[in-house]
């Protein structure tokens, strides 16, 4: 399957402080990006779709100046956590779409595990 | 919009016996199926998936079947293994729509 890498894998931050996350599909081009996030022993929640060039769409629910997320090249997305707080700690995945692709499959990235303090 | 009931939410077999997860979606504009695996720490691994024009595929040991006229579509996992331990999640889609998932199964294969 397709490449879909995740970076950090794990971060540690201090309240009030902003925290990038990439998402790098890496061997083909990604014209939509998903951010999900995930709680302990939950199903993974949809927080944002990212198409390139263009604004995010955000789900219902999720604030867009705290969730920054900029989909400058095909195979680049970033998710910036600002301000956090330690309720923003959990398990954030990302996945690229390619139409290009064989259909609508949608690769995970490893996920990051952001720990507030 | 979408929605996907997974059920069980649990579930533990003996290794080399079968295991079935089954999901239902309210959807019928859902064309596109997929299965995932996700370990500890890990995010979700496509393991099979199946498209609406397609009633059955297997792969190894891996299975899914689609009943659209019934909404429902299930994972097959024959001689399980310790290492299939983990947990499933089904999803739905139509075209470029993000996936909706179903809530979840973990399953615990016992040596």
């Known amino acids: 399957g397709a490449v879909v890498s995740q970076h950090p894998s794990r971060v540690i931050c201090k309240s009030g402080t902003s925290v990038k996350i990439e998402c790098r599909s890496l061997d083909f081009q990604a014209t939509t990006m998903f951010w999900y996030r995930q709680f302990p022993k939950q199903s993974l929640m949809l927080m944002a779709t990212s198409n390139e060039g263009s604004k995010a769409t955000y789900e219902q629910g999720v604030e867009k100046d705290k969730f920054l997320i900029n989909h400058a090249s095909l195979t680049l997305s970033t998710l910036t956590v600002t301000s956090a707080h330690p309720e923003d700690s959990s398990f954030y995945i990302c996945s690229a779409r390619s139409p290009y692709r064989a259909g609508t499959e949608a690769f995970f990235g490893q996920g990051t595990r952001l720990t507030v303090v | 919009g979408e929605n996907v009931e997974q059920h069980p939410s649990t579930l533990s077999v003996q290794e080399g016996d079968s295991a079935v997860i089954k999901c239902t979606y309210s959807?019928?504009?859902?064309?596109?199926f997929p299965w995932y695996k996700q370990e500890l720490g890990k995010g979700p691994q496509l393991i099979i998936d199946i498209r609406s024009n397609v009633g059955e595929k297997k792969d190894q040991r891996i299975a899914v079947t689609l009943n659209k006229t019934a909404k429902h579509f299930s994972l097959h996992i024959t001689e399980t293994q310790p290492e299939d331990s983990a947990v499933y999640f089904c999803?739905?889609?139509?075209?470029?729509?993000?996936?909706?998932f179903g809530k979840g199964t973990r399953l615990s294969v016992i040596a």
């Open positions: 959807d019928s504009a859902s064309n596109y």
């Open positions: 999803a739905a889609s139509s075209g470029n729509t993000p996936l909706v």
